[in-house]
């Protein structure tokens, strides 16, 4: 980065209380509190303190023409040779220059110095009794790639803490276009909230956590914003740029349809659930820890919604449109329209009404951290003046819809850990000027579309367990990039040097968890560069690359590389020692576990080399060299009709990653798939094209670490013998007239033999049929001897009394049968 500008505002620490007064008047009965604090606030006026009103109309964001050109024309020049730190020049850390509200001034810088300012006025309040907002505008005479990087802070005058090695400050704000301008907004829910000098000590996010600063308004005590601009060593030139600081308020006026949409917010998300117990904090519920209630830190499981809580439907009805400064989370813009919603986390539930849709003046839509749930509705993107959605952490599901037209003006949309889904094309082609775009866990199943290119002020993506597949082609496009979180996703290819070539801001980039595969390019190019996380690909070849990328890191920076659960494999490169242990690299994180590095030789194929061990950090587990120690055969007969397998024993690391590698008499040699059947046996199959002849064999559990003389002790290599198998013999076929002949007394044998057949199964009919009538073909002769007295029948009269000579033949027949 040549030039680097920072802002740094610090505060000491303040109290956030979190919870309005559980009454049934609260809301109205803010207006009394408003003018009693108006009082007090006013009485501090003359407690001597450094303090005055800057805006004379509260109702004015900016300063009118005429106090603009009421202002100084000043500029400040920080020369090369100028001790910033301990100078007693203007601008330097012992004499800070007091700059006055709306009015702008010009600094020209040399690289690697520090300018500081002081900014009075923020515990004051104007005449309607609010606090006020800080803006900031800039324009600096340098290119995209060297915008400033802008700090804040309250509790002292900070220091950039790649300069001067400090951390004294609070929050910073890094802008992506060399001209542009920002608000940056109070959470106004809650009165006792100290946004400023609280929040922003805990993080510029609404989403943030100070329950731990007590119960201290130092608004009463503090009034003043320290800022520090810092260009940094790097650069080549002297910086000129121009700064405007300026305090701002909300409006009292909304229009009275505007106010309807505060209505339908307030009876669609809220009211059903605003009965809140007179004992109940979402604090104290948050301490529950009962197996009844799960979910207690869960924002999006709170029981009540405490925006108005306890407040009726005729409180909501009656307020008027003099009333927005009444309204939580709600600013009005000075011709009465609504400009802020912001709302978070204050349990609000079920769909929103469509009629967000008819705010065409929204600024900020921001309502993270609560349970709205359906559809975004239609017309979401209806406002031209939109800068910020943050709708994060909610169960918003279904299709972000299309935007009707460009959205020109909206510069950051936060949508994460919804149930979205649908295609993104749309989306990306209709917000030229977006530079933040974080949809995080949801369910898109879409890859990054072309269009995404037309964002070109993107600078922070977001899309983390999001669904996304494809490549990385297209981020290419987006030259500002500084921020890539594509975790957890289904993304393929490799990562070319093209990325970092193409993107000089890149500082974060995370693609962990994903199917990436290949050899990595080298980091040297991307400047900006400090955080990397690539674990969980199938990256593989060679490391040596981020040498240049560890040296080129600052030892205040925390800058990481993790490379973890890939398939980088081989010996355990040296360069690690010097990356971890040699103080010209500055990686304070840096991760190789879960790859396949080999064991070392030295250490009898069971550790890493003494070196790495000796270091105590940690690279995983290292992966033993397979060792052969026979084989089933030492003879195979190669059968080119069937698999030719050879079995080999030994000791092995389960793996479906492993090889085997033949090398052959005729000098050649293969590589095929290991089959692992155990941790002792391992099977290999021969290439059809094996040559006969003796042939070594070794196997790799992974990539090409095979066993060697370089790779193992006493290595003793394993051999067997191809040989052609023996032909069998076969007989000569037979003539052309030999064989007709053959042909034609086949067919004359084969017809007799069906006669034959056919004759006999009709005599077995014949047969069987006669036997069936009773009348059998082979009737045994009747006994001639009499079978009680074996006296012969012919001497024997039988006399029935039957006159034989007067029965027809039928009857003589039967007769003789019955005689039988």
Partial sequence: MKYLLGIFLVDYVYALDGNWPKTNNGLLSKRSEALEEEARANAAMNDGQNHHNFLTNPLTKRRSLEEIQNCKEELYIIEANDNTRYGEHEGSYSQPVIIEAGCPIQVEMAP???????????????????????????????????????????????????????????????????????????????????????????????????????NLDLRSRYDTLHISISTFPEATETMRLTLMFDLVYNNEFILPEELQVIRDLFIQLCLPYNNIPADWSWESHQQLATDEIQGEYDSRRKPYCDWLPTVELEEIEALTENDCLYIPGITCSEDGHISDIILPEMGLRGELPQSIATLTHLVYFEMPNNRISGNLPQHFFASTSLKKINLNNNFLQGMIPCPDQPVLNLKSIHLSNNMLNGDLTCLFANLPQVQTINLAQNNFDAQLPAEISI??????????????HGTLDHLTQLPLLTTVDLSHNFLTGSLSAQIFNALPRLYRLDLSWNDLSGSLPSFAEADNLRRVDLSHNKFSGEMNQFTEFAKQQSANVGSSLDLSSNFFCGQLPELFYDIIMDANYHLAFFDVSGNHFRCSMESNNQYFAPWATALRHDFGKCITVPEIESLDTQIIVFDPTTLNIIYVNGVFTPTTDGSCKFDFADGTNQIVPAIFESSTRVACTLPDNAPIGQTFVTIAS?????????????????????????????????????????????????????????????????????????KPILNPGKSTLNPITSIPMSNVSYDDGIDMEIMDDESKKQHDDNML
């Fill in 112 to 214: 690697g110095k520090n300018f500081y300012m002081d900014l009075s006025g923020f515990r004051s309040r104007n005449t309607n009794g609010n606090r006020p907002q800080l803006y900031y505008s800039w324009s600096v005479d340098i290119d995209y790639e060297e915008t400033p990087l802008t700090l804040f802070s309250f509790r002292d005058q900070p220091t950039n803490q790649e300069i001067d090695l400090g951390t004294d400050y609070d929050w910073y704000y890094w802008p992506i276009l060399a001209d542009d301008a920002i608000t940056f907004r109070e959470d106004t829910t809650n009165d006792n909230i100290d946004y400023y000098h609280c929040y922003q000590f805990c993080g510029y996010s609404l989403e943030a956590s100070c329950a731990y600063c007590g």
């Fill in 455 to 468: 964002a070109q002020n993107l600078a922070e993506l977001y899309l983390e367990r999001s669904g996304i």
């Fill in 702 to 774: 992974y990539c090409d670490d095979y066993a060697s003389t370089e790779t193992v002790q006493d290595f003793i290599p394993m051999s067997f013998e191809i040989i052609q198998q023996t032909p069998s013999p076969t007989i000569a076929p037979a003539s052309n007239s030999n064989k007709s002949k053959t042909d034609q007394g086949a067919l004359i044998g084969g017809t007799v033999a069906a006669i034959v057949a056919i004759m006999l199964l009709c005599c077995v009919c014949f047969i069987l049929s006669r036997e069936h009538q009773g």
